[in-house]
């Protein structure tokens, strides 16, 4: 067997290497971030609002602002995750993915109860209850798989937020594929596989999602970038596959090929899990079996102690400064050191970083809330209004790729802070807003491109600041603090401003035509003027942002400039240490071994 251990000796001891090989596959850290991809990559559910809000709209017959504030809520719901940030700092992480599963399952199944009219037509606060639901769900997902990940590779976290949030910019266009095979062109059962796929993926992966020892090995980023490559085949095989589907029309048994070939490159990186882990059985084994067991005992034993001695001042420095937590709110330690939670909030580099988030997420939130209503509005047909979501899907993955990998370079080539790629980001999507705003022939392609990208790169991109700026002992909940900007910028934009301008603009519409709104019925605008005034003003926005984060670029480049991640490379020697002792103590194997 190609990845058996050395020394397997008889039969019987052969099978026992390979049954005690399998529990370290499934165990270890690599499977855990491996079932992490599996969980985030049907976990999208929030991208795909453009698709089936049409069909809430004309079921139950609302107005655009009634739509976008279902959508202010879907946004409130799936950035508000404090509470699992709190519940996943005193629990292991199944227990925030089995509250996410059930959560999931309740939202999404009650919205499509309602628009097959299974039950009685609910109240607007009933519809904006279960989509806040939903939503929510996915943050207790995120936390318990995405948060978990990067404490287990704290040295890669750049590039682990990248594959990670790549994968649930991808799952709206792996779910769409998936709802073609299973439901055709039903998009009203496309709620009900949003309900049961993502709740019944997250409880078979629950077992083997846990902290490990964040241990530091000098082959895991070149692992994380197999893994990059092999997402990047999926995502072209997606785009592939969405560009021959706009060109031709495909029959369900078509759609069972496609989805087959998506399934196959979606497990393959169960391959670099089975090699990553075959490494470290095999340095395991010829540690036991070659290492003398006498001198790193006595080097590992001396350099613990001294750590141990070196630590104590520290420790009591920290019990003291514990007593009152509420006069140190202000007293911030330096940036990349643990911050309690409301030191970090009462920050100036938060309260920069999340102004700034509000203008960028915000804006890039209502291109991909109304994108739906916006290709209508513009006359673009449904199918290519189908075409737009999974677009952008795709390019939301490229996105949160792209930021890992480039915004780690400029960091370790160029000692840039990483904030300098949040503020080209924001000019960037002032590009996609124009398009729209002033309507250019086929320009909602290129807009969903741009947009999907930069909304795609911000992500990753305000976890890995948050991380860097604030440490890692409160992440779980600081990287929820940092989402909640999102849906306050979703509503100031998306609700308040493109909302109110499109029923404006429709009513304006009407009343020139000598028509008046039925109760009950649907209110649609047609044509440029829709959008254009609400999205000159994001434009501007967008433009404020950028300015403000350059203060914190200037902020940070001093600390950027510094060695990062050099405490965490001391702390895996430490642990080295302590292995090195550990097995030491075991001793050579005996003649009668292997």
């Keep these: 067997m190609g990845f058996s251990p050395p020394h397997q000796g008889s039969g019987g001891n052969k099978w026992e290497s390979n049954k005690v090989f399998s529990l370290q596959v499934l165990t270890g850290r690599w499977f855990m971030v491996f079932s992490s991809f599996m969980i985030l990559s049907v976990s999208g559910a929030s991208y795909m609002f453009g698709l089936y809000s049409r069909e809430i709209k004309s079921v139950l017959g609302y107005d655009q602002s009634t739509l976008n504030l279902l959508s202010f809520f879907k946004d409130l719901g799936s950035n508000i995750g404090i509470l699992s940030g709190l519940i996943n700092e005193v629990t292991p992480p199944w227990v925030v993915l089995a509250i996410g599963g059930v959560l999931n399952f309740f939202g999404y199944f009650m919205i499509w109860l309602a628009v097959t009219r299974k039950i009685a037509k609910p109240q607007v606060w009933n519809m904006c209850f279960y989509i806040f639901v939903g939503a929510n769900s996915h943050c207790f997902t995120n936390t318990g798989a995405l948060v978990t990940s990067v404490k287990n590779f704290p040295g890669n976290r750049g590039i682990v937020l990248g594959i990670l949030s790549g994968y649930l910019g991808l799952s709206a266009a792996i779910i769409t594929q998936l709802y073609y095979s299973f439901y055709g062109n039903d998009s009203k059962s496309l709620l009900l596989l949003m309900a049961w796929l993502p709740t019944a993926t997250a409880f078979v992966f629950i077992p083997v999602i846990r902290n490990h020892r964040g241990i530091q090995q000098p082959n895991d980023t070149k692992a994380f970038y197999r893994f990059l490559y092999l997402t990047l085949v999926l995502a072209g095989f997606l785009l ?31 391959g670099v899990v089975i090699l990553e882990e075959h490494k470290i059985w095999r340095s395991k084994q010829e540690h036991i079996n070659y290492e003398d067991p006498q001198k790193p005992m006595n080097i590992s034993i001396e350099k613990l102690n001294q750590e141990k001695s070196a630590q104590a001042p520290h420790a009591e420095q920290a019990i003291q400064k514990s007593v009152s937590c509420w006069k140190n709110i202000l007293r911030t330690p330096d940036r990349g050191e643990d911050h309690t939670i409301l030191q970090a909030i009462f920050s100036l580099d938060m309260g920069i970083l999340f102004f700034a988030t509000i203008c960028g997420l915000g804006s890039n939130l209502t291109v991909v809330n109304n994108l739906g209503q916006i290709g209508k509005s513009l006359g673009y047909p449904a199918h290519a209004i189908t075409t737009f979501v999974s677009l952008m899907a795709i390019w939301i993955y490229l996105g949160k790729i792209a930021q890992g990998v480039v915004s780690e370079f400029i960091i370790n080539k160029f000692k840039l802070p990483r904030p300098i790629v949040f503020t080209f980001l924001l000019v960037l999507s002032c590009v996609g807003h124009l398009l729209i705003a002033f309507n250019v022939p086929n320009g909602l392609y290129l807009a969903s491109i741009v947009i999907g990208f930069c909304f795609g790169a911000n992500w990753p991109l305000l976890f890995s600041i948050i991380s860097e700026l604030f440490g890692l002992k409160y992440y779980s909940t ?117």
């Design 240 to 270: 592939i596959i969405l560009i021959v589907q706009t060109c031709f029309t495909f029959m369900k048994s078509e759609y069972y090929v496609t989805t087959t070939v998506m399934l196959l490159l979606l497990i393959l990186p169960f």
């Design 478 to 594: 600081l990287y929820n603090v940092g989402s909640i900007a999102s849906p306050i910028g979703s509503y100031l934009l998306s609700v308040r401003v493109a909302g109110y301008l499109y029923d404006r603009e429709a009513r304006r519409q009407m009343a020139s035509l000598g028509l008046k709104r039925k109760l009950g019925e649907e209110l649609n605008c047609s044509g440029g003027e829709c959008y254009k005034l609400a999205f000159i003003i994001i434009t501007a926005v967008c433009l404020c942002g950028a300015f403000v984060s350059l203060i914190l670029v200037v902020r940070t480049r001093d600390f950027y400039k510094s060695d990062l991640y050099k405490k965490f490379r001391e702390e895996a020697k430490t642990v080295e240490s302590e292995m090195a002792v550990s097995q030491s103590r075991v001793g050579p194997p005996t003649a009668n071994e292997g």
